[in-house]
């Protein structure tokens, strides 16, 4: 028999915990640019991954997700969850937790939080998308929807991109002073505005993070000026959008994985054979992300699977270098791999 590795029954977890102190150690901005490397490493492998649409059970107030993906060596998923209400009981609207695994023996390799992960993975993915689309020297962004995504999304592009003057708009106000609160003191001019007609104002950049389900209009198309990039990450679902379809028309669409973004995306309001270019395209140099100074460039932002291995992946690297876990007694490890009821039996005490 091979040589067994000490403590085969250990997964390294990371709670919230110790997410929060990885993700302070490393600082907030620093972890969202490295994060946003290894992201689009993974962009750049695209035709490696295996690709499958999340699978969603929907419900009346939500949905429940799973994100499988896997590059032949290392397997990933994600089990997430959307429920624009939750708010109204204290909830989280998306929470998640994730698993990575070695192919080889489908052993677990790392089990972790991944409500504040997906908020760091979403950000970093919506700034490298838009250092491809924005127009060159964009320094203001319009942030409509202030909810728990907004301050992520503001950090990472000031990070990847260097905007520093944002325009908030929330329909509750108590959100967008939170916002303000919470970004205080990182080096943004911050305007706050009564609607999302006075939020996109100058801006070169629109970030929709809102929560609602429904075909939402928060964008409509006299509020988009030519040459502007649309970073829209609320609508992610069936029946739930944010843009008005004649933004859409005029824009130029970059998706992540088209068959999920069909269904789950602003695109679900256009025809299914409407032309995309899925973002991958775009980080490999076969496609090109913004042409001209007066093009509409849009992400239509849905969040894919491998944005989430990606994480993953990168929070496992990290942790050689910053030990914030626990090891979790995750998987039984009989000395005999067969005698698993003996092991079982061996465990009572009377
Ligand atoms: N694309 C992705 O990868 C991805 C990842 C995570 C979350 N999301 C989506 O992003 C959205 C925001 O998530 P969150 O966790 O920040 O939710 P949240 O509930 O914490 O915040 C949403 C905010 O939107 C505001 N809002 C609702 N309708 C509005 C409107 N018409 N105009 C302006 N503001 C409005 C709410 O008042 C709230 O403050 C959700 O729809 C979520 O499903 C997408």
Not at 73 to 90: C, E, S
Not at 269 to 284: F, G, R
């Amino acid at each position: 028999m091979m040589d067994r590795p000490e403590k085969l029954n250990v997964v390294p977890f990371v709670n919230v915990d110790n997410m929060m102190k990885l993700v302070l150690a490393v600082g907030v901005e620093r972890f969202m640019v490295e994060l946003a490397g290894f992201v689009e490493e993974d962009f750049a492998r695209w035709t490696l991954f295996d690709k499958v649409p999340r699978i969603a059970a929907h419900s009346a107030e939500g949905v429940i997700e799973l994100m499988p993906t896997s590059d032949g060596a290392t397997y990933g998923f994600k089990y997430v969850n959307g429920h624009p209400k939750n708010t109204r009981t204290g909830r989280q609207t998306v929470t998640a937790f994730g698993v990575l695994a070695s192919v080889d023996t489908g052993y677990p390799l790392l089990f972790s939080e991944m409500t504040i992960l997906t908020a760091l993975r979403t950000a970093a993915t919506s700034a490298m998308a838009a250092k491809y689309l924005a127009p060159a020297g964009s320094k203001t962004m319009a942030l409509i929807g202030n909810g728990a995504q907004s301050e992520f999304q503001a950090l990472a592009f000031k990070a990847l991109l260097g905007i520093d003057r944002l325009r908030l708009y929330d329909i509750d106000p108590n959100a967008t002073k939170k916002c303000v609160r919470n970004l205080a003191g990182n080096g943004f001019e911050i305007a706050v505005c009564r609607s999302t007609e006075e939020a996109v104002e100058g801006a070169q950049i629109i970030t929709t993070v809102t929560a609602d389900k429904q075909y939402a209009t928060i964008v409509t198309d006299n509020m988009v000026g030519s040459g502007v990039h649309i970073n829209a990450v609320g609508g992610d679902c069936p029946g739930k959008t944010e843009l008005q379809k004649a933004v859409l028309l005029r824009s130029n669409i970059f998706v992540e994985h088209t068959p999920q973004t069909r269904v789950e995306g602003e695109i679900q309001q256009l025809p299914t054979d409407y032309p995309v270019t899925e973002l991958w395209e775009v980080v490999t140099g076969r496609r090109v992300g913004r042409r001209s100074r007066d093009q509409i460039t849009l992400f239509d932002s849905v969040g894919f699977a491998i944005e989430d291995f990606s994480a993953l992946r990168f929070v496992h690297e990290k942790l050689k270098d910053f030990p914030c876990y626990d090891e979790l007694d995750l998987l039984a490890d009989p000395d005999d791999p067969r005698d698993l009821f003996g092991m079982l039996m061996r465990a009572r005490t009377t």
